[in-house]
C-alpha cells in the first residue's frame, strides 16, 4: 500500500511568511496557542518552527487530522501538539492557552458558526489573551477587490453559506465576546489579518 502524500497548499506556502511577521509581535508574550482550522498543517509547522517559545496546539475536523499528522511527524517539534477534534459550535473546547490563531475560516463556516467561534473564543481566552485572524474582509458592504468579489462567488456556488465577510459585522461579534481590535493589518492578495486582545 502506498504511503498517503502529505496535503499541500499553495496558497499557504504564499502567505505563511507575511502572517509569521505579525505574530512575531503579536505573540511576543504569549505561551499556548489554539489554532482553529489547522487545515494542512503547514501553518502549524512554520509557525511552531519559528515561534519556539510557544507552544501550538492544532485543531481540526476529524478528518483533516490524518493530513496534519503527516506534517507534524515529519517536523518532530517539541512544542507542536496533534490535533484535537474541534468544531466550534460545540463545547468541548480546550481552555488552557493565551492565543488564538485562525486563517482562512471565517469566509468557510455559516454565519452561524462565526458567531459561535468568535463567542467561544472570548469566554475561553484570559484578560490580555490575543487572536489573530487571517483572512478576506469586506468594508462598509464592499468587497476590496475585484479577485475577491469573484472569490466570494465561487465560495458561493459551492455553499451558499459561505461568503466574505463584513468587517463591520465580525467587530460587532467581537465586541460583544470582549475583544478589542488592536490592529487591522494589511496582507498579500488583498487579506486582512485582525488583531483582538479580550479586555478586562
Known amino acids: 500500500m502506498t504511503a498517503p502524500e502529505k496535503p499541500y497548499s499553495p496558497a499557504c506556502d504564499n502567505n505563511k511568511e507575511p502572517i509569521l511577521q505579525v505574530l512575531r509581535d503579536a505573540f511576543a508574550d504569549r505561551h499556548a496557542i489554539l489554532e482553529i482550522g489547522s487545515g494542512t498543517g503547514q ?3 512554520h509557525f511552531a518552527t519559528a515561534l519556539d517559545h510557544l507552544v501550538w496546539q492544532t485543531s481540526d475536523l476529524e478528518d483533516a487530522h490524518p493530513g496534519i499528522m503527516l506534517w507534524i511527524e515529519e517536523a518532530r517539534l517539541p512544542n507542536l501538539l496533534p490535533p484535537l477534534a474541534l468544531d466550534v459550535t460545540q463545547h468541548n473546547w480546550p481552555s488552557d492557552f493565551d492565543g488564538v490563531f485562525t486563517a482562512n475560516t471565517t ?3 455559516p454565519w452561524s458558526s462565526v458567531i459561535e467561534m468568535m463567542t467561544r473564543i472570548g469566554d475561553a481566552l484570559p ?8 483572512g478576506p474582509f469586506n468594508y462598509g458592504g464592499r468587497f476590496t477587490s475585484e479577485s475577491n468579489a469573484r472569490f466570494d462567488l465561487w465560495l458561493k456556488q459551492f455553499e451558499p453559506s459561505r461568503g466574505i465577510r463584513d468587517f463591520e459585522a465580525v ?18 492578495a488583498n487579506n486582512r489579518l485582525l488583531q483582538w486582545v479580550k479586555r478586562a
Open 43 to 45: 501553518h502549524a509547522v
Open 107 to 109: 469566509h468557510i463556516m
Open 127 to 134: 484578560t490580555g489573551g490575543v487572536f489573530c485572524q487571517y
Open 171 to 188: 467587530e460587532a461579534l467581537a465586541h460583544r465576546a470582549g475583544l478589542e481590535l488592536v490592529a487591522d493589518h494589511e496582507m498579500p
